[in-house]
């Protein structure tokens, strides 16, 4: 299914979640670098779902004052944040 036609057929859930986290600090607004690869079975940083091994897997690093700070979502969550962090 296309991304947009998923989005549009409510990902409300994610998107409030998505500017929750943007807001609390959970998430970044900004990356410094962005790869797409296999799941690696992680927890995703915006549904919290684990990625499985047969999907793909969006990681973006954030230059973070304690240093690189990754974090890992699953190709529709990476574009909710995508579009939540463009909002700010
Ligand atoms: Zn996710």
Not at 39 to 55: R, T, V, Y
Request: net charge positive; hydrophobic share 40%.
């Amino acid at each position: 299914m296309p991304i947009l036609q998923m989005t549009m057929n409510g990902n409300w859930e994610l998107r409030r979640k998505a500017r929750e986290k943007l807001q609390s600090g959970n998430l970044p607004t900004a990356a410094a670098g962005t790869w797409a690869g296999a799941g690696s079975g992680a927890a995703c940083a915006l549904c919290e779902l684990p990625i499985p091994h047969n999907d793909v897997e969006y990681e973006i690093e954030v230059n973070a004052a304690a240093g690189v700070q990754v974090f890992k979502f699953h190709m529709r969550c990476h574009y909710v944040w995508s579009i939540e962090s463009r909002h700010r």
